[in-house]
Nanobody, 125 residues
Framework: QVQLVESGGGLVQAGGSLRLSCTAS????????MAWFRQAPGKEREFVAAITRSGGSTQYTDSVKGRATISRDNAKATVYLQMNSLKPEETAVYYC??????????????????WGQGTQVTVSS
């Protein structure tokens, strides 16, 4: 059974930084692409960033380019999202996603079979 557990969310002032973590348990040797998505109240879940297993390929949504860095430590089965210069409109629940079928850094939700429960990020103005 695959489980993803996110951590690192919280309350931060606009312009501040957070580092989110997501640790997978279960058959992590077959873990391929991983990603972060977020969902604000009343809005659809949206893509933030993704990374391949080797870390050699990443993708970001345009609004976070230059402010966010996705990385992973396969030995710890953990993916990270460093977010800087946070904005109030980025207040959302941030979800980790994992693929056991495709090693892609993709924004497409259908690529990911497993999802975490989410961690709340609140950015105050």
């Amino acid at each position: 059974q695959v489980q993803l557990v996110e951590s690192g969310g919280g309350l931060v002032q606009a312009g501040g930084s957070l580092r989110l973590s997501c640790t997978a348990s279960g058959p992590t040797a077959s873990l391929y692409g991983m990603a972060w998505f977020r969902q604000a109240p009343g809005k659809e879940r949206e893509f933030v960033a993704a990374i391949t297993r080797s870390g050699g390929s990443t993708q970001y949504t345009d609004s976070v380019k230059g402010r966010a860095t996705i990385s992973r430590d396969n030995a710890k089965a953990t993916v990270y999202l460093q977010m800087n210069s946070l904005k109030p409109e980025e207040t959302a629940v941030y979800y980790c996603a994992a693929s056991y079928s495709h090693d892609l850094a993709t924004r497409y939700r259908a690529n990911y079979q497993y999802w975490g429960q989410g961690t709340q990020v609140t950015v105050s103005s």
